[in-house]
């Protein structure tokens, strides 16, 4: 059965990834320039819009792949699936949950991740794909939060906040 749901009330889902590794400097994770006609350049975690009946962690994978290159091979947290009553429901324990409330119609999942592979020097909609130091990625929130988008300000004050950051 398809519901037909006014745009006025839709809500985009995404899946976003922290991809983290431990590298010859300390802790590193992977930020991209998000580069789209008529969205403002910001710098971002990886990740973009589940599809219709795709799974967040299948989501997670295919974004991932599309954005950096890279393939994600660990996801912190637990998932437990159960298929009953014509549907399949996928439980999870991500890193966090975002919604906008303001601006974007969206909410999101954030899952720490490691991954595997070379970075794209552009991938689906993102460019300057980098694996940034701990500190230089701190010092840059400090400095200048805006040059981040809001989702990915709001997951990095969380890692302040859990002294991850």
Not at 44 to 63: C, K, N, Q, W
Not at 100 to 121: H, I, W
Not at 156 to 165: A, G, I, S, T, V
Request: hydrophobic letters at 40%.
């Amino acid at each position: 059965m398809t519901i037909e749901v006014p745009r006025a009330h839709q809500i985009f889902v995404n899946a976003r990834a922290i991809l983290w590794r431990e590298g010859k400097n300390g802790i590193e994770y992977v930020v991209q320039m998000r580069d789209r006609p008529g969205q403002r350049q910001s710098l971002e975690f990886p990740g973009g819009t589940v599809e219709a009946h795709e799974s967040l962690l299948t989501a997670l994978r295919r974004e991932v792949r599309e954005e950096t290159g890279l393939e994600v091979e660990e996801i912190e947290g637990q998932a437990v699936q159960h298929s009953g009553m014509e549907s399949t429901v996928e439980c999870l324990e991500p890193f966090a949950v975002y919604q906008t409330t303001r601006g974007f119609n969206g909410m999101g999942v954030y899952f720490r991740c490691r991954a595997k592979g070379v970075l794209l020097a552009e991938g689906d909609g993102t460019r300057a794909i980098q694996w940034m130091p701990e500190a230089e990625l701190a010092n840059r929130f400090a400095d200048n939060p805006d040059q981040f988008n809001a989702m990915t300000a709001a997951v990095l004050n969380l890692m302040r906040q859990k002294k991850l950051l």
